[in-house]
């Protein structure tokens, strides 16, 4: 070759090829992570929110079951006295759905029995 020969050679052009790809792959993976991050976020905000109208609702008197699933997610709720603290009474409400195995969302409170 001569001084003034310009241009890439086939082993350069592979190693750039190889490294473009090295990182096109972790990027991807990366936005991948990102992604299943963001449902997993918004499954748990959805859980936290559903629970929180079930307990208002409770607070409220309303004493009802949920029969039927919500979407993708089961809610369900148990009362039972305040150990120790007459007039209260503990309220559990829980949230269960699937996201790579069974989540389990629960949120629990002391609220007054009626008189």
Do not use: K, Y
């Amino acid at each position: 070759m001569t001084a003034d020969a310009r241009g890439f050679t086939v082993v350069e052009l592979l190693v750039a090829t190889l490294i473009f790809a090295m990182l096109a792959t972790a990027l991807a993976h990366t936005l991948i992570r990102a992604q299943r991050g963001g449902i997993t976020s918004a499954r748990w905000l959805r859980a936290t929110q559903l629970a929180e109208e079930r307990l208002e609702r409770l607070r409220a008197g309303e004493r009802s079951d949920d029969a039927a699933p919500i979407g993708e997610f089961t809610r369900s709720w148990r009362s039972a006295p305040a150990l120790g603290v007459p007039g209260l009474e503990r309220l559990d409400v829980t949230v269960e759905w699937q996201d790579g195995g069974t989540q389990r969302f629960v949120l629990s409170a002391l609220a007054r029995t009626a008189p």
